[in-house]
Structure formats: structure tokens, C-alpha cells
């Protein structure tokens, strides 16, 4: 890792007014939730059956096999021990010094708001919150962490986790506050993301400011349009600064 882009990096942050932080799995994974897509990614993963996990985590597999769904559901999506990592901190730590940061994340595990920082945006939910398809009352995850099959609520109904599963649009109403606060920014950081899930790699395109940064394990789509890109372990990169 080159010092010359880390003290880049830090005097971006220093001038920053607005910096709107773009994470995906990657930020997790020195917690110890794995990534989708690398070698040891959860969709590189063998299942019992005949599905693949893209399969699993779908809006039909859960409605036609709500049962198996959450027997993998709870073994492979749900990380109630993980604990936030420095990156998490270092930018909850940012907005608790004074500056606006806005999150805006492809992960559904509450780690950022774990670590302290609080304008948060889940474009594909969280597995802390789950709620009744019949009454619609709300529920956190042990309630689904807890049930020995189909977690179902009082009234009888089967509880459903909010998150974003294949084949479902994403919440409307958290895309708008997303893309409004990658408009208003004038630094955006893209972390630990591939950039190929759409429709939120295309969020991108919606900022306007003075400093695209990517910091990534590998090259993205969007490197050519960044002032900075480093390469290397989130953690790794936030203990340099």
C-alpha cells in the first residue's frame, strides 16, 4: 500500500463536507461474515440439495419452501456474534467527530449501526428486523434465530425476514434517500463492493462531487473515474489513517 495514497486519502477526508460512504460485503468480512461472490464466497458454496444459494434466497424458494429456506437462511446469512471491525468504527468515528456521513450499504447486518453511526441506509434490509405476512407486527432476529423451523407470529402467520431477497424491488422509499445523498455529497468512498450487483451499482452514477475514492481488495467497474484507488483490506487501510 502506497503512504503517498493513504496521506491522498486523508487529506480528502480532512477537506470533506459531505462524504457519503458506499459499502458492500467486503467492509464485513474482518468481522467474519464472508463475501458472495470471491473463492470462498457464499454463492461458491455446495448446498445439500439441488439448489444453488442464488436460488435459496429467492422470493419463490422462500414462498415454495419456506422451511429449507430458513434452515439456510439462519446457517449462512445470519451472524448474531460479529462484532463491527475498525472500518466500521473509523467511520462512525468520522461522524462522531463532527462529520456528515452518510452510509449507504449493500449489507444486512446492522454493523454500522452497531459501531455507532447513525444515517444509515440498508438498500437490501437487515436480518435484525423481521416481520408477520399476515398482521404485519414486527419482530428482531430471535425471533427467527430461535425457532427450530418456520418462525411464525402469534396470529398464526409466518414471520418473513426484511430483507431484499431475489426477484423483490428494493424499498423505494430508502433508494430515493440513497441516490439524494450520493447527489449531495462531495466525497463518495466505495468499499469492499464489485460494483456488479444492480440496481445499487448504478446509484454510482448519481454523484457529482469532487472525490470518487475506491478502496477494494480488486479493480471495480468505476476505477477510471475515481481520484483514488487503493487496494488492499478495509481494515488494513483505516489503521494507515
Known amino acids: 500500500m502506497n503512504d503517498e495514497k493513504i496521506k491522498k486519502l486523508k ?6 463536507k459531505n462524504i457519503c460512504v458506499f459499502t458492500g460485503a467486503g467492509i464485513s468480512c474482518p468481522s467474519g461474515i464472508p463475501d458472495f461472490r470471491s473463492e470462498n ?3 461458491n458454496e455446495k448446498t445439500k440439495g439441488s439448489f444453488t444459494p ?21 446457517d449462512k446469512m445470519i451472524y448474531e456474534k460479529a ?28 454493523l454500522h449501526q452497531k459501531a455507532g ?17 399476515k398482521c404485519g407486527k414486527f419482530y428482531d432476529v430471535t425471533a427467527v434465530t430461535g425457532a427450530s423451523r418456520v418462525p411464525l407470529c402469534e396470529c398464526g402467520g409466518i414471520i418473513k425476514p426484511d430483507v431484499v431477497l431475489y426477484e423483490e424491488p428494493l424499498n ?7 441516490i439524494s445523498a450520493i447527489a449531495a455529497a462531495d466525497t463518495m468512498i466505495i468499499i469492499g ?3 456488479v ?4 451499482a448504478s446509484y454510482v452514477r448519481y454523484f457529482k462531487g469532487e472525490n470518487l475514492v475506491i478502496l477494494n481488495k480488486t479493480e471495480t467497474a468505476c476505477d477510471k473515474n475515481a481520484r483514488l484507488a487503493i487496494y488492499d483490506d478495509i481494515v488494513n487501510i483505516v489503521n494507515k489513517l
Open 54 to 74: 442464488e436460488q435459496i434466497i429467492s422470493h419463490s424458494f422462500f414462498m415454495r419452501y419456506t422451511e429449507e429456506f430458513y434452515s439456510f437462511y439462519r
Open 193 to 195: 463492493t464489485s460494483l
Open 172 to 178: 423505494e422509499d430508502i433508494v430515493s434517500k440513497a
Open 11 to 16: 487529506e480528502i477526508i480532512g477537506n470533506s
Open 83 to 110: 462484532e463491527p471491525n475498525d472500518a466500521h468504527r473509523y467511520f462512525a468515528d468520522l461522524e462522531g467527530k463532527g462529520k456528515k456521513v452518510t452510509v449507504v450499504t449493500q449489507n444486512i447486518d446492522g
Open 117 to 133: 453511526s447513525t444515517n444509515v441506509l440498508e438498500l437490501h434490509g437487515s436480518v435484525h428486523r423481521n416481520f408477520c405476512m
Open 197 to 200: 450487483v444492480y440496481p445499487a
Open 41 to 43: 464466497g457464499l454463492y
